[in-house]
């Protein structure tokens, strides 16, 4: 679908306006018209992040990247980006359902393409403010799936069904420390027992700042 066809379904079942989408995204209710009738096709790079937000949907998906079979269609020719070479892509991971392995159809809310040569093996949207400065809030932290990481290595981890992206320490054979970047945060502390419900799924190898 072309991302006017997105727009106006998502718009149409979110019961939203063109102009409350404009408020939301900072644009005019006229942009949005254009937008959605398909006059303008491409949209701003700042633009892509928050229209994806008020739709609920991933970014990817906003353009044009899946249909609902999963299948890719060719990427929109976006200003001022230059598509990643074709060959690899990994799944977006935004949430976590409740039992399932991380990588399992239901978590994967879209796909990102990437070169050929990189070693990322799924793609975890940051959710929150934890990781600060270093990734912000709808940011994709790109992961190597691994079941182990080096003290001080970011990861994510999952506790769980939930996964959260923290730098790993291990002070004891028997304790793990989750760290957030932001001081904020207060560590993380498991022991023992609590052990037994984490796993280390994969090691952080990379940023994308999304808007």
Same mark, same amino acid.
């Given at each position: 679908?072309?991302?006017?066809?997105?727009?106006? *379904?998502?718009?149409?079942?979110?019961?939203?306006?063109?102009?409350?989408?404009?408020?939301?995204?900072?644009?005019?209710?006229?942009?949005?018209?254009?937008?959605?009738?398909?006059?303008?096709?491409?949209?701003?790079?700042?633009?892509?992040?928050?229209?994806?937000?008020?739709?609920?949907?991933?970014?990817?998906?906003?353009?044009?990247?899946?249909?609902?079979?999963?299948?890719?269609?060719?990427?929109?020719?976006?200003?001022?980006?230059?598509?990643?070479?074709?060959?690899?892509?990994?799944?977006?991971?935004?949430? *976590?359902?409740?039992?399932?392995?991380?990588?399992?159809?239901?978590?994967?809310?879209?796909?990102?393409?990437?070169?050929?040569?990189?070693?990322?093996? +799924?793609?975890?949207?940051?959710?929150?403010?934890?990781?600060?400065?270093?990734?912000?809030?709808?940011?994709?932290?790109? *992961?190597?799936?691994?079941?182990?990481?080096?003290?001080?290595?970011?990861?994510?981890?999952?506790?769980?069904?939930?996964?959260?992206?923290?730098?790993?320490?291990?002070?004891?054979?028997?304790?793990?420390?989750?760290?957030?970047?932001?001081?904020? +945060?207060?560590?993380?502390?498991?022991?023992?027992?609590?052990?037994?419900?984490?796993?280390?799924?994969?090691?952080? *190898?990379?940023?994308?700042?999304? +808007?």
């Amino acid at each position: 679908m072309e991302l006017k066809d997105i727009l106006r *379904i998502k718009r149409t079942e979110l019961n939203l306006t063109l102009e409350e989408i404009g408020n939301a995204v900072g644009v005019s209710k006229a942009t949005v018209q254009r937008w959605e009738s398909g006059e303008i096709k491409n949209l701003r790079r700042d633009k892509i992040g928050n229209l994806a937000k008020v739709l609920n949907i991933s970014p990817s998906q906003l353009l044009g990247d899946l249909d609902e079979d999963n299948t890719k269609h060719t990427e929109m020719n976006i200003p001022g980006i230059i598509p990643l070479p074709t060959g690899k892509r990994v799944p977006i991971i935004g949430s *976590i359902a409740c039992g399932t392995p991380i990588l399992a159809q239901e978590n994967i809310e879209g796909y990102l393409s990437l070169n050929p040569d990189d070693s990322a093996d +799924f793609c975890l949207i940051c959710k929150g403010d934890s990781m600060l400065p270093r990734c912000q809030n709808g940011d994709l932290v790109l *992961i190597r799936k691994q079941p182990t990481v080096d003290n001080g290595e970011i990861a994510a981890v999952r506790i769980g069904d939930e996964a959260t992206l923290k730098k790993v320490y291990r002070p004891a054979p028997d304790q793990l420390m989750l760290i957030a970047e932001n001081s904020d +945060f207060p560590p993380i502390v498991l022991t023992k027992d609590e052990i037994n419900s984490v796993s280390i799924e994969g090691k952080a *190898i990379g940023f994308i700042r999304m +808007f």
